[in-house]
């Protein structure tokens, strides 16, 4: 069993930065694959990135690529998104999820694929 506790969102300025933390509790935190997903008002829940047990891994949207960096903490039991030159459009909100097995980096672009979720941080990018 984990849980996830996000942190970090707010209202933020478009072309500006912020860090996301999702802390999770429970253990083996180092045997989770670790992702982030968002979902913005009347829009489908969506991937944006995942980072492997070891962090050697990373998958990122197209939507993100070049502009968010996820990385993780085990000995912190933490992983984050720094997200630099926020867009309104990346305004959502953010869940962090975490997933024991390994099922392949394109399946982790699934939300059916994640085991645990937090509740979610708001990140709202004013232009």
């Known amino acids: 069993q984990v849980q996830l506790v996000e942190s970090g969102g707010g209202l933020v300025q478009a072309g500006n930065s912020l860090r996301l933390s999702c802390a999770a509790s429970?253990?083996?935190?180092?045997?989770?694959?670790m992702g982030w997903f968002r979902q913005a008002p009347g829009k489908e829940r969506e991937f944006v990135a995942a980072?492997?047990?070891?962090?050697?891994?990373?998958d990122y949207s197209d939507s993100v690529k070049g502009r968010f960096t996820i990385s993780r903490d085990n000995a912190k039991n933490t992983v984050y998104l720094q997200m630099n030159n926020l867009k309104p459009e990346d305004t959502a909100v953010y869940y962090c999820?975490?997933?024991?097995?390994?099922?392949?980096?394109?399946?982790?672009?699934?939300?059916?694929?994640?085991?645990?979720w937090g509740q979610g941080t708001q990140l709202t990018v004013s232009s």
């Open positions: 999820a975490a997933k024991r097995d390994y099922v392949g980096f394109a399946t982790l672009r699934m939300q059916y694929a994640w085991d645990y």
């Open positions: 429970g253990r083996a935190f180092s045997s989770y694959y």
């Open positions: 980072i492997s047990q070891s962090g050697g891994n990373k």
